[in-house]
């Protein structure tokens, strides 16, 4: 394995193809221990496909990605996915489990417990943990049917956590929330960044109101091209927002938190 302070993830020059198409041109990122990213970006931009690169689940056409320590494609993928916390809040579970159950399959990456197999009072008492952070101590035992889509969203948070990944993907994580479910699945990651400083984590979202206040680094795609990266405050400013999804967007950044408003086009 590698130095524990080593770069978390990084790419060089990496381009995907599909189809004669460039989903992804020239990407160039390096993520270390502690940075929080968010990856914002138009619909088809290009976010999820990159996502898959950066969670071991896709292989570049041209240049190198480098995850934990390890380069693709000369790594088992799915040992290496072991390593990840990957949240994607189309992960589906079509069996009534209780939440406690979803958490734990989070260590054999499953979609229910598997036969013949249970955790040890550590593993049980490590997901307890997770479930609290995630303020769902009190759904612990619910079945997944009956959860809301916001308690959903902060259970499959506390599942990716029972590897205790070193890296932790989350793919548009507020997506059908309402704005109470929203603010506390936030809060939930802010608190859970600031208990594990060395956490890297990369967010998926096209909302620029559910950036997390914890977020260090900003990366804007737009056609598979990055348009600008860097420390979030430096990225996320309504020249480079306009440009990335082709409309002008006046930026605005309150106690940590970012608001967008279309601006009206200036008469000619
Ligand atoms: N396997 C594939 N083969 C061909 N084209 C693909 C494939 N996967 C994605 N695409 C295309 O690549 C582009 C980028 O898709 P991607 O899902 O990464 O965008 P996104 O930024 O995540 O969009 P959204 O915000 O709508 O989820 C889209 O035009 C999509 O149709």
Same mark, same amino acid.
């Given at each position: 394995?590698?130095?524990?302070?080593?770069?978390?993830?990084?790419?060089?020059?990496?381009?995907?193809?599909?189809?004669?198409?460039?989903?992804?041109?020239?990407?160039? $990122?390096?993520?270390?221990?502690?940075?929080?990213?968010?990856?914002?970006?138009?619909?088809?931009?290009?976010?999820?496909?990159?996502?898959?690169?950066?969670?071991?689940?896709?292989?570049?056409?041209?240049?190198?990605?480098?995850?934990?320590?390890?380069?693709?494609?000369?790594?088992?993928?799915?040992?290496?996915?072991?390593?990840i916390g990957h949240v994607n809040?189309?992960h589906?579970?079509?069996?009534? $489990?209780?939440?406690?159950?979803?958490v734990?399959?989070g260590?054999?990456?499953?979609?229910?417990?598997?036969?013949?197999?249970?955790?040890?009072?550590?593993?049980?008492?490590?997901?307890?943990?997770l479930?609290?952070?995630?303020?769902?101590?009190?759904?612990?035992?619910?079945?997944?049917?009956?959860?809301?889509?916001?308690?959903?969203?902060?259970?499959l948070i506390a599942r990716a956590l029972m590897v205790?990944p070193?890296?932790l993907l989350l793919?548009?994580?507020?997506?059908?929330?309402?704005?109470?479910?929203?603010?506390?699945?936030?809060?939930?990651?802010?608190?859970?960044?600031?208990?594990?400083?060395?956490?890297?984590?990369?967010?998926?979202?096209?909302?620029?109101?559910?950036?997390?206040?914890?977020?260090?680094?900003?990366?804007?795609?737009?056609?598979?091209?990055?348009?600008?990266?860097?420390?979030?405050?430096?990225?996320?400013?309504?020249?480079?927002?306009?440009?990335?999804?082709?409309?002008? $967007?006046?930026?605005?950044?309150?106690?940590?938190?970012?608001?967008?408003?279309?601006?009206?086009?200036?008469?000619?």
């Amino acid at each position: 394995m590698q130095h524990p302070n080593g770069t978390v993830l990084s790419t060089e020059h990496v381009d995907l193809v599909r189809d004669g198409r460039y989903l992804l041109k020239d990407i160039n $990122i390096s993520i270390e221990p502690g940075q929080h990213w968010v990856l914002l970006g138009a619909n088809g931009a290009g976010k999820s496909t990159l996502l898959s690169l950066l969670g071991a689940t896709a292989h570049p056409t041209r240049g190198s990605v480098y995850v934990l320590g390890h380069k693709l494609g000369r790594v088992d993928m799915r040992e290496l996915r072991m390593d990840i916390g990957h949240v994607n809040p189309r992960h589906t579970i079509g069996i009534p $489990i209780t939440v406690r159950n979803v958490v734990i399959t989070g260590l054999t990456n499953t979609t229910e417990v598997m036969p013949r197999w249970s955790p040890t009072p550590e593993q049980e008492a490590h997901a307890d943990a997770l479930i609290d952070l995630l303020g769902m101590s009190p759904r612990s035992d619910a079945l997944w049917p009956n959860l809301s889509q916001g308690e959903r969203g902060r259970a499959l948070i506390a599942r990716a956590l029972m590897v205790e990944p070193r890296l932790l993907l989350l793919d548009e994580p507020a997506t059908g929330l309402d704005l109470a479910a929203r603010e506390q699945l936030l809060t939930a990651l802010d608190d859970l960044r600031n208990q594990n400083p060395s956490l890297a984590s990369i967010l998926v979202t096209h909302h620029i109101e559910e950036i997390p206040s914890t977020t260090t680094h900003a990366l804007l795609i737009k056609d598979g091209v990055v348009t600008a990266s860097g420390l979030a405050e430096n990225v996320i400013t309504t020249q480079n927002i306009s440009e990335c999804f082709s409309h002008p $967007i006046e930026i605005e950044r309150r106690g940590g938190r970012w608001n967008a408003q279309s601006r009206p086009r200036e008469r000619v």
